[in-house]
T-cell receptor, first 115, second 108 residues
């Protein structure tokens, strides 16, 4: 089954403790992206990757890191999480950059709470 | 200011009612997408509209792209509890940009 898999689904952590949220897709998509979703603000892009070893900042990259060492994986790293990073995070992928003929496929989300 | 303004923010109706939600902007776009997000899941693409004035139907859902390609509407006929979810519009603007969504609740 074609899918985007995120882990974990839920994560509660404390301020400053490094964490990684994994994302993997099995559709051979070139483009991958991370979003955070907050009430009233919609989905805001954190980082995206056009292909292996190519990553770029989105709208809200501060406090996050990503890497794209292989095509299928795009982990999101929070080196020193803070409470304002408490949010619902989504990984998404598409064949190429999300366009009208290449829609985004989303994972089921990771709900992160930083205390 | 959001690139895409969706209204209403929340909508709660009874099963069988009709409803329309809106996605507005002051910018012109080459295409616009509608996604539905159900609780505990990621957004799923419903439709893409490309041409100004275009109307697309997906069972009881009717999507329209404004003539000037600045806005779009989603009309649901005879809503059912299974239509409950967050409806998001999205456009390609350097990258995909999303509205904040309309949260629809259809009560049995």
């Amino acid at each position: 089954e074609a899918q985007v898999t995120q882990n974990p689904r839920y994560l509660i952590t404390v301020t400053g403790k490094k964490l990684t949220v994994t994302c993997s897709q099995n559709m051979n998509h070139e483009y991958m992206s991370w979003y955070r979703q907050d009430p009233g603000l919609g989905l805001r892009q954190i980082y995206y990757s056009m292909n292996v070893e190519v990553t770029d900042k989105g709208d809200v990259p501060e406090g996050y890191k990503v890497s794209r060492k292989e095509k299928r994986n795009f982990p999101l790293i929070l080196e020193s999480p803070s409470p304002n990073q408490t949010s619902l995070y989504f990984c998404a992928s598409s064949l190429n950059r999300g366009t009208y003929n290449s829609p985004l496929h989303f994972g089921n989300g990771t709900r992160l709470t930083v205390t | 200011t959001q690139l895409l303004e969706q209204s209403p923010q929340f909508l709660s109706i009874q099963e069988g009612e009709n409803l329309t939600v809106y996605c507005n902007s002051s910018s012109v776009f080459s295409s616009l997408q509608w996604y539905r997000q159900e609780p505990g899941e990621g957004p799923v693409l419903l439709v893409t509209v490309v041409t100004g004035g275009e109307v697309k139907k997906l069972k009881r859902l009717t999507f329209q792209f404004g003539d000037a390609r600045k806005d779009s509407s989603l009309h649901i006929t005879a809503a059912q509890p299974g239509d409950t979810g967050l409806y998001l519009c999205a456009v390609e603007s350097n990258d995909m940009r999303f509205g904040a969504g309309t949260r629809l609740t259809v009560k049995p």
